[in-house]
Nanobody, 119 residues
Framework: QVQLAESGGGLVQAGESLRLSCAASGGIFSINTMGWYRQAPGKQRELVAAITSFGRTDYADSVKGRFTISRDNAKNTVYLQMNSLKPEDTMVYYC?????????????WGQGTQVTVSS
């Protein structure tokens, strides 16, 4: 069973930075995508950024130029460096790992970490 352990959330002021980390453990298929989603109360979860095991990245338009996703495949860990944070970035951030095997998609989620940006 895949488990995702997140860390790095917290309270910062607008313009400051935070770095989120997510370490995966368990039966991980080597070809996968790891990423971060976020969710505000009463709203749908949205993709923030994702990175494949080959290093291909994808970002939400709202974070392009401010956030950077990276990963360490040897440690099965994904990072999200968040710079120039804005109050509208305040949400719960969830780590995700997904892969496709034999035609089936498998998704795993972390427990979520709160990011709060004060103005």
């Amino acid at each position: 069973q895949v488990q995702l352990a997140e860390s790095g959330g917290g309270l910062v002021q607008a313009g400051e930075s935070l770095r989120l980390s997510c370490a995966a453990s368990g039966g991980i298929f080597s070809i996968n995508t790891m990423g971060w989603y976020r969710q505000a109360p009463g709203k749908q979860r949205e993709l923030v950024a994702a990175i494949t095991s080959f290093g291909r990245t994808d970002y939400a338009d709202s974070v392009k130029g401010r956030f950077t996703i990276s990963r360490d495949n040897a440690k099965n860990t994904v990072y999200l460096q968040m710079n120039s944070l804005k109050p509208e970035d305040t949400m719960v951030y969830y780590c995700n790992l997904n892969y496709i095997r034999l035609g089936n998609r498998y998704d795993y989620w972390g427990q979520g970490t709160q990011v709060t940006v004060s103005s």
